[in-house]
Nanobody, 127 residues
């Protein structure tokens, strides 16, 4: 079992940057595929970025490609999301998610694939 705690959210002006971090408990973090999702009011939870357990494979939503970067440090049990050139439409609650996988290159891109979730962190981008 793993517990996830997000941090780094806040209020930023359009064009600015934020870095979200997700800290995971447990000794088996390197066996988990990780994802960042977001949910805006009245909308479904959607993929932002996902990363394989090795860190060698990543996926991004088209809306954030070229602006966001996902990375992980298996020695520190963390996965980060660097968000640049933020837009008002990036405003949402951002969630970190995890699922244990057997293959190092697997990337999971939909919410039902994940069985562990953090509590979320609010990101608000003002225009």
């Amino acid at each position: 079992q793993v517990q996830l705690v997000e941090s780094g959210g806040g209020l930023v002006q359009a064009g600015g940057s934020l870095r979200l971090s997700c800290a995971a408990s447990g000794r088996t973090f390197s066996t988990y595929a990780m994802g960042w999702f977001r949910q805006a009011p009245g909308k479904e939870r959607e993929l932002v970025a996902a990363i394989s357990r090795s860190g060698g494979s990543t996926r991004y939503a088209d809306s954030v490609k070229g602006r966001f970067t996902v990375s992980r440090d298996n020695a520190k049990n963390t996965v980060d999301l660097q968000m640049n050139s933020l837009k008002p439409e990036d405003t949402a609650v951002y969630y970190c998610a995890a699922r244990a996988v057997s293959l190092s290159f697997v990337v999971l891109t939909t919410p039902p694939n994940y069985n562990y979730w953090g509590q979320g962190t609010q990101v608000t981008v003002s225009s």
